[in-house]
Each structure stands twice: as structure tokens, then as C-alpha cells.
Nanobody, 127 residues
Framework: VQLQASGGGLVEDGGSLRLTCSAS????????MGWFRQAPGKEREFVAA????????YYAGSVKGRFTISRDNANNRVYLQMNYLRPEDTAVYYC?????????????????????WGKGTLVTVSS
């Protein structure tokens, strides 16, 4: 299984980026997908998730209304559209996959729910 995150970079405060996670080696339609992030000196934290069947989506309070997660099952991809970026959004962003059958909503927020992780892509928001 491989999860490859891309699309990170340097952006100014208030700007936008779209992250892409490309998945291979797993039945993508059967996996819930999530995005997490880790800032320097901080623990990894949940950002957003989407159920395997859609359209159920979940967001951390800090990004709700600014970020949008979506998935393209035909191309085995999940996206994270990030708008109105802030310096505090600076972090390495990771995508993750969970094959758990039918998790309760709160499970999507927990790193332990996810079986597979990508290597991450760095997002830097300058002030």
C-alpha cells in the first residue's frame, strides 16, 4: 500500500493550496480517508476525513469552513482544498487510510483508526 501526498508549498497568509493524496495497492472504495498534520514540536492532529462511501465528512474545528475534503474513487485520490490559510496551519500534512468497517464518527478523529499513512507534504504559511 502506498499513499503519496503532494501539493504542499509556501503560501502567504490568506492564500490557498490543494493537497492531493494518491493511493495504490488497496481497494480505495473500501477505505475511509483522512488528513492529519503535525507542526514542529507538536503532536499529530486530525484535520479532516471522508467516509469510504461518502458523502460523510468530518473536520477539526480549527479548519471547518476553510478546508474541504473530497475524494475521487475513479482515480484513487483524496483532496484537501485549503482556503484562507493562516500561519498556524503551517505543518507537515499526512494522508491516511482506514479499512475499518463502519467506524463511528468520533473514530475518524483518532490516528489509531488508520492503518496506512503517507509520508507527508509540507505546508508553510507566511505572515
Amino acid at each position: 500500500v502506498q499513499l503519496q501526498a503532494s501539493g504542499g508549498g509556501l503560501v502567504e497568509d490568506g492564500g490557498s493550496l490543494r493537497l492531493t493524496c494518491s493511493a495504490s495497492g488497496l481497494p480505495f472504495n473500501s477505505y475511509g480517508m483522512g488528513w492529519f498534520r503535525q507542526a514542529p514540536g507538536k503532536e499529530r492532529e486530525f484535520v479532516a476525513a471522508v467516509r469510504k462511501g461518502g458523502p460523510g465528512t468530518y473536520y477539526a474545528g480549527s479548519v471547518k469552513g476553510r478546508f474541504t475534503i473530497s475524494r475521487d474513487n475513479a482515480n484513487n485520490r483524496v483532496y484537501l482544498q485549503m482556503n484562507y490559510l493562516r500561519p498556524e496551519d503551517t505543518a507537515v500534512y499526512y494522508c491516511a487510510a482506514t479499512g475499518m468497517g463502519n467506524p463511528i464518527s468520533s473514530a475518524y478523529y483518532q490516528p489509531s483508526t488508520y492503518s496506512y499513512w503517507g509520508k507527508g507534504t509540507l505546508v508553510t504559511v507566511s505572515s
